[in-house]
């Protein structure tokens, strides 16, 4: 979808430079997959900016497919950098990350005081000349931490992740989602039943598969919503770290049959009609939502 | 601390003070004395202090001559020869038998003949003789080692404002760095020490993961911790002390993140040696970590905290072991039920929520290591067989029973010690 018609990715360009101000725009980190890579404005997970990775139920605290999703999402990153992960529960198991081909070499772990120091330290690790990619886990960050990874992220254009974790249980339901705002990218996660690996059926119970998760897309700013069904890749299927194995119909038909409100808006946007009227019918709604935002 | 870095305790009412090359600080060494000695009485320990080339000459004209007193270079002798011959430091034997023999004053054993003395008094007492007057060496063990890399900044009025403190540090570590620089060399630890007035020391401590002498940045990891400081009445001195000290080529100047972009060439690690020093001093130093390869089965075991900027170890972990991302501390009790001797469970319970067991693969039996416990702590009761399952859901568990089956009439335990993303 995108670069699709020249005009269009032209504009788009032009409106990515507005908004930036001086930025140099953000490169990408492609899925390898148009499915995926679709649902993004500029063709691939945004870099320079932080996305949102949490869990449902238990998930919520033990944080383990998140973990282990956001590990194998910046698994291309850590050879440009260190990767720091910033928690507040030193649980994180280097030989499991290394298990998902992770190069735990590159990875500096950090076990802060308290959510606001999960939170400083994550910002300063962004901002660092050297630093690839940051992972923090932090429990519910508010619009003003939100702002400022932004701004850290935009100074070296590193990646950050926060993962949405409570990571000593506690009372359920207290997480706030205003932080999303911020965000470029909201992320749910769950794991997914795997498929085992053929063969004869033995006695017991049969071998598992390479990990599957059951990966939604809830928010993408300037892009839609979709949700997945992604396996570990293997190494034969080229350098990405995900397969897809299945698209989940349920977002996809949300957003084109009764758009989203951040996804409609661009229908009203006040540039539609100043722009070519090309566009806009399946353009994403970039100026849209980061009005919303 | 506040007069010379190098101070060593001497038994129970002793102080050395190595003071070559300090006491023009101070404006000469009688006026240093002085200094410290008044300091010692407001304190609430008056004291006695001399000065000399030995230790020895100072320890005996400290205790036995007239207080303050100086002894010229190489002039201890005429000083110490009226003093009696406790002022020796002679062990008790030889103590208690001069004076039997008419030998009083330290002047009449120099008068002996040396063979003579060592014969009767034992070897010690002429090297004690020796290390007073300078002809024997005599080492005495520091609380610190001397060390050249130390400076120290003394101010005419008290200070006590933060605004100051900070500005004294950005002073004393450029004047510490100027010098590390100008010899080429780098340090690794600092430690910066406010003396009040009131005798107390308040130290704030640094360190770098790489040897460093920038200045500014020495300040900066420095400066925040500054508000601990109380300085009481007011501060009159800071000193500043470097450890670790090595050799660093001049090219390693101006290592600040702000100054420098990946494009310029710079390795990995020293755009990463700022921010680890950073957390390191912010944190503490076991808080921020690499994990490494550690060779043990023992899952608990198989990682080793590196300090991060440290080279990276030649092993690997086994990638045909599979190990969880999520590894719990401590393992939890898991409810098993449907139990098949040497299978993983149908199903199981775990906080509270039951799990149907769909996929599994194992057993990995890891055994405790023997070497290191009791034959009893590492016998077949602590086998562990570990399982990987994976429930309806897709979650993944890693999960143990720890014994076996059938060795006698304990039942087994399952545990779960680790979750898969």
């Keep these: 979808m995108a670069g699709a018609k020249p005009a269009l990715s032209a504009l788009r360009a032009q409106i990515a430079a507005l908004e930036a101000g001086t930025r140099t725009p953000p490169s990408v980190l492609p899925f390898g997959d148009p499915r995926i890579d679709g649902c993004f404005p500029a063709g691939g997970l945004p870099r320079g900016g932080w996305h949102e990775v949490g869990g449902a139920g238990l998930e919520e605290e033990t944080s383990a497919a998140p973990a282990a999703f956001s590990a194998l999402m910046l698994r291309p990153l850590a050879a440009r950098g260190a990767v ?45 000349v050297g630093v690839a990619a940051a992972i923090g886990e932090a429990e519910s960050p508010d619009l003003k931490a939100g702002r400022r990874l932004q701004l850290a992220c935009e100074r070296r254009g590193a990646t950050g992740v926060l993962l949405r974790r409570r990571p000593y249980g506690g009372a359920a339901g207290k997480i706030r989602e205003v932080s999303g705002a911020a965000a470029q990218t909201r992320w749910r996660i769950a794991a997914a039943p ?30 839609r919503p979709g949700a997945w069904i992604l396996e570990q890749a293997e190494a034969a ?57 | 601390m506040r007069f010379s870095p190098a101070v060593a305790i001497d038994g129970l009412d002793g102080l050395f003070l190595d003071v070559e090359g300090v006491s023009h600080l101070w404006g000469g060494e009688a006026a240093m004395l002085d200094d410290l000695l008044a300091r010692l009485e407001r304190w609430g320990a008056p004291a006695r202090g001399a000065i000399a080339d030995t230790p020895g000459a100072a320890w005996a004209l400290a205790r036995y001559a007239k207080d303050r007193t100086i002894a010229p270079t190489g002039g201890q002798a005429p000083l110490l020869a009226p003093l009696p011959v406790a002022a020796l430091r002679l062990d008790e034997a030889a103590q208690a038998q001069l004076p039997r023999l008419g030998l009083f004053q330290v002047g009449q054993l120099l008068a002996l003949p040396r063979a003579q003395l060592a014969r009767r008094f034992g070897l010690s007492t002429v090297l004690r003789l020796d290390q007073a007057l300078g002809a024997a060496r005599e080492a005495l063990v520091f609380r610190r080692p001397a060390t050249p890399w130390f400076d120290r900044l003394a101010f005419f009025e008290p200070i006590s404002a933060l605004s100051d403190l900070e500005r004294v540090t950005g002073d004393i570590c450029a004047l510490l760095c100027a010098r590390l620089e100008a010899e080429g060399r780098g340090a690794r630890r600092f430690e910066l020490v406010f003396h009040r007035l009131d005798g107390k020391d ?55 993140a702000d100054d420098i972009d990946l494009k310029g060439g710079v390795g990995l690690g020293e755009g990463l040696a700022p921010l680890v020093d950073r957390l390191v001093n912010r944190l503490g130093q076991d808080r921020v970590w ?131 993303g």
Aim: hydrophobic share 35%.
């Design chain 1, 84 to 128: 720091v992960w910033v928690m507040r529960r030193a649980d994180l198991h280097a030989p499991g990350l290394a298990g998902l081909g992770f190069p735990t070499g590159r990875l500096i772990q950090v076990r802060a005081r308290d959510e606001a120091e999960v939170l400083s330290v994550l910002e300063d690790a962004l901002a660092t």
């Design chain 1, 194 to 223: 795997s498929q085992p690996p053929p063969g004869l059926p033995g006695l017991g119970l049969p071998d598992l598969g390479p990990p599957r998760w059951r990966v939604e897309l809830e928010r993408c700013r300037g892009g």
């Design chain 1, 237 to 293: 299927d080229g350098p990405h770290p995900f397969r897809l194995v299945s698209k989940l119909a349920d977002h996809d038909v949300a957003a084109e049959a009764a758009p989203a409100p951040s996804v409609g808006f661009a229908d009203s946007s006040p540039r539609g009609g100043a722009a070519p009227s090309v566009g806009f019918a399946d353009s994403s709604p970039r100026g849209g939502a980061a009005n919303a935002a």
């Design chain 2, 202 to 256: 308040q130290p704030v401590r640094a360190g770098l993961s790489r040897p460093g002498r920038d200045a500014a940045r020495i300040a900066k990891l420095l400066k925040p911790k500054l508000d601990t400081v109380d300085p009481g009445f007011g501060i009159e001195v800071v000193t500043l002390w470097a450890a670790e000290v090595e050799p660093l080529s001049s090219a390693q100047r101006g290592l600040d």
């Design chain 2, 290 to 420: 690499r994990a490494d390869p550690h060779q043990s089965h023992v899952p608990e075991r198989a990682v080793v905290r590196r300090a991060p900027l440290d080279p990276p170890s030649e092993d690997a972990w086994d990638p045909d072991r599979p190990r969880p991302a999520r590894l719990l501390r401590r393992p939890e009790a898991i409810e098993v039920t449907a139990k098949l001797p040497d299978d993983p469970p149908v199903q199981f319970r775990w906080r509270g929520k039951s799990r149907r067991v769909r996929l599994a693969e194992g057993p990995e039996r890891i055994g405790q290591e023997w070497w290191r416990k009791a034959f009893d702590e590492a016998g077949p009761g602590k086998v562990r067989d570990y399982y990987r399952v994976e429930d309806e859901t897709g979650e993944r568990f890693w999960i143990f029973r720890a014994g076996l089956y059938g060795d006698g009439e304990t039942v087994p335990k399952w545990w779960l010690h680790g979750l898969f």
